[in-house]
């Protein structure tokens, strides 16, 4: 395992330690009265203290010196009459104070608790409230200061206000840590749904290509059969002829059984993925909003996407969805030239739920109309003058012919522009109760 990384990222934090608690220490205000001083150097250094994830001897001596030197050199910049004897004496209890206050968030385990804030605050408060004792008895011992009711209220209710301090940006900054991992793992799960989908269609070809495999096998075998005559047996043409036809028949036949442990492993890899199968509407229209949105930024045309989503919907099977819309949707952003919009309409019925995905693009052409729905018919060309598939708006039909609903498609007004309208029945697409 490479430390390289975190060592890195464990110097630059005790860098920045050093550098902004003295800093930290002279930000000061006095929210009662003008000798009741809140500064920013104990809930700086606790925040810092969080992000360690080891505390060291050398770093925390290096901080409380530090702040020690730094408020030396301000007195001298700033008093007239100054002597370096008289700061001292004045500053170096304050070493104590942050050596103990790191000291005790070591001894503590203090980073055990991320997840807890109230026990963090909890244990700023009675870190912060020992650490002043700490250098009250260095004055104490050095000046002979005493400590007084007033003065210990006052710790108390500064070492509150610290652990609010503290509190407060350690929870925005978890927030915000949380909230840009919830952002991650959606993308991901979006991602990981988006390619179930594919492989999910993916299978409904092969399961389709299965069923021409048995039935080209079986054809084949009885043409074989057919041959056999007692009349024919000594053609030698319908001997060769017979002998192809059971080799035809055999190589079908493992064509099949090899696209039979394919769809195996696929129908597998698609059930064992922890996703829920049926989700709510909002949900797979966001996922193929956001996908095409990636699709035409990929493409480099300005798409803008609207949906509008009416009635009361049930939790809908996603693949099949998925698979359905994002063809057609796909389509509708490659139809479009440079800049367009799309329009998305999911409309409950009394037992169905109609799609409606209406573009703005080139149209389809009145010689097309009745071949877009044929297999290998595309009239999109890459670069290379290279023709697409052809074979996504036939899946489409396919796939809703299934589903006993039906697919239909007009031009907008002036041709420019379609709109495809898929009607599902709803019993074929939510989830089947079963009977106990």
Known sequence: MNLYPLLKKERTIIIFMILFVPLAGEINFYPINETFRVSLGPPVLFLFLLFLRNTAIIPVFLTASVVVIFRILLDWFMLNNFNWLTSFESHYPTFFFYFTYTCLFYVMKVNRYHHSPLIIGLFGIIIELLSDFSELFVQYLVFGMTITSASLTEMVIIALSHSFMVLGVFSMMKLYETQSREREVRKHNEHMLMLVSNLYE??????????NSEA?????????????Q????NSNVIKSTRQQLLEIAGEVH????DNQ?????LSKLITNESFSDYVHINELIHIIVRANEKYARLLEKEVKFSYTIEGVHSRYHIYTILSILNNVVANAVEAITDKG????????KQNSVEFSIEDDGVGIADKHKKLIFKPGFTSKYDLMGNPSTGIGLTFVEDMVTKLNGTVTFQSRHGNKGTVFIISLPVENLVEKECSR
């Open 202 to 211: 993916e299978s409904i070809h092969l399961k389709k290509s299965l069923q």
């Open 216 to 228: 080209i096998t079986r054809k084949a075998y009885e043409l074989y059969r057919g041959l056999d």
């Open 230 to 233: 007692d009349q024919l047996i």
């Open 254 to 257: 493992d064509i099949k059984k």
């Open 261 to 265: 442990r394919i769809f195996a492993g």
């Open 341 to 348: 919009t799309i329009k998305i309409e999911a409309i409950a």
